[in-house]
C-alpha cells in the first residue's frame, strides 16, 4: 500500500475528493496525513476522516518550513500532493524527492501559471486574454513556480457569460477528477 501526504492551506475540495476516491474506490494508496501552513478548513476536512494533521505555520517557520515538514515525514512517504498549498518549498526539499511531488494548478499550464499566479487572479486573468478554454493541470513539481511535467489537464470552455467567479467553480469541478486520476497514474508508475 503507498502512502501519500496531502498538503494544504485552504478549504481542502481537493483534498476532499481524494478522501472520497479512497472511501468509495479500490485504490492502492492511503493518506497517511494532511499537513497545513495555517489553520484552515482543509485541517477539519481530514480530522473528520480520522486522518492524522499537522500544522506548520507558516507565518512563525518562514523559509524553514521546508526543513520542518521534511524532518517530520522522513523516510516513508512514496507521494507528496500539493492540493492548493501556498507555501513555496525550498530546492534541496524538491530535489530530494524529485518525481514524488506532484500539484494542482487551476489553469492550463504553462498559460496562466507562475509566481503571482494563484487564487481568483488566475481566472480573472484568463477572461481578461478572452481566452475560449480554460481548465486544470496536474504537474511535477520542480524548483520553478508551476514549470514541472504536466503529467494531466482537464479543459472547460469559457463562455461569453463566465466571469472570474463562474469559472473557478467550473474549473474547480474538473480539479476533483483529475486529481485522484492523476495520484493513481503517478502511483502506477512507481510501482
Ligand atoms: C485549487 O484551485 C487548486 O488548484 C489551487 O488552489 C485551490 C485549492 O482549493 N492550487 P481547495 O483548497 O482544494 O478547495
Redesign the pocket.
Known sequence: MFKIVVL?????????SIIDTVSTSKVGYEISCVIADRECY?IERAQNNHIETKIFDRKILKKDISKKIDEYLGDGIDLIV????LSILDEEFINNRRGRII????SLLPKFGGPGM??MRIHRAVIEAKEYESG?TVHYVDAGVDTGEVIEQNRVKVEAEDTEETL?KK??VE?HKLLPKAIEQVLDKLK
Open positions: 494544504i492551506s485552504g478549504g481542502g475540495s481537493n483534498l476532499q482543509g500539493l492540493a492548493g498549498f500539484n494542482i494548478h487551476p494563484f487564487g486544470c473557478q474549473v474547480l480539479e
